[in-house]
């Protein structure tokens, strides 16, 4: 397996672990997450901390364990994996922000658009990252 696919497995699997905690939270609080910006700020920016540096560490004992290959720089299919992970991450993250942007302020509460606009987030950064994996597992060459 290569060392930006093992980056991106670790990415992608700490994003679903941590950002399961903070949906979970919202969506099985008994009345609905605390309405206050200061808690949202604090669950959702301490679950991403705890991400990043997890992600932070994984990346290095895997740069630490493929040395070689870690500072190898990204060849063309690399580039190519990485560029269509983004680009329909952003497509994804543009439907959500129509939602959150032009629907939702219609017909829902602050709070609810809010977290719509945080899983759009996710959710958009899970596509790159799923793409990213599955181009990888599939031999994708652009």
Same mark, same amino acid.
């Given at each position: 397996?290569?060392?930006?696919?093992?980056?991106?497995?670790?990415?992608?699997?700490?994003?679903?672990?941590?950002?399961?905690?903070?949906?979970?939270?919202?969506?099985?609080?008994?009345?609905?997450?605390?309405?206050?910006?200061?808690?949202?700020?604090?669950?959702?920016?301490?679950?991403?901390?705890?991400?990043?540096?997890?992600?932070?560490?994984?990346?290095?004992?895997? #740069?630490?364990? +493929?040395?070689r290959? @870690?500072q190898?720089?990204?060849?063309?299919?690399?580039? %190519?994996?990485? *560029? &269509? !992970?983004?680009?329909?991450?952003?497509?994804?993250?543009?439907?959500?922000?129509?939602?959150?942007?032009?629907?939702?302020?219609?017909?829902?509460?602050?709070?609810?658009?809010?977290?719509? #606009?945080?899983l +759009?987030?996710?959710? @958009?950064?899970?596509?790159?990252?799923?793409?990213?994996? %599955?181009?990888? *597992? &599939? !031999?994708?060459?652009?």
């Open positions: 397996m290569a060392f930006r696919e093992k980056t991106a497995w670790l990415t992608l699997a700490c994003m679903l672990v941590a950002y399961s905690v903070y949906f979970g939270w919202v969506l099985l609080a008994p009345h609905g997450p605390d309405p206050r910006p200061i808690t949202i700020v604090w669950w959702f920016g301490g679950i991403t901390g705890v991400q990043v540096v997890v992600v932070i560490i994984g990346s290095i004992l895997l #740069a630490v364990q +493929a040395r290959e @870690a190898a720089r990204p060849d063309e299919r690399d580039r %190519a994996i990485a *560029r &269509r !992970g983004a680009s329909m991450g952003y497509y994804v993250l543009m439907v959500g922000m129509i939602l959150v942007g032009v629907v939702m302020p219609i017909t829902d509460s602050r709070w609810k658009i809010i977290n719509t #606009a945080l +759009a987030l996710v959710i @958009a950064e899970t596509v790159r990252y799923g793409i990213i994996v %599955a181009s990888y *597992r &599939r !031999g994708w060459h652009g």
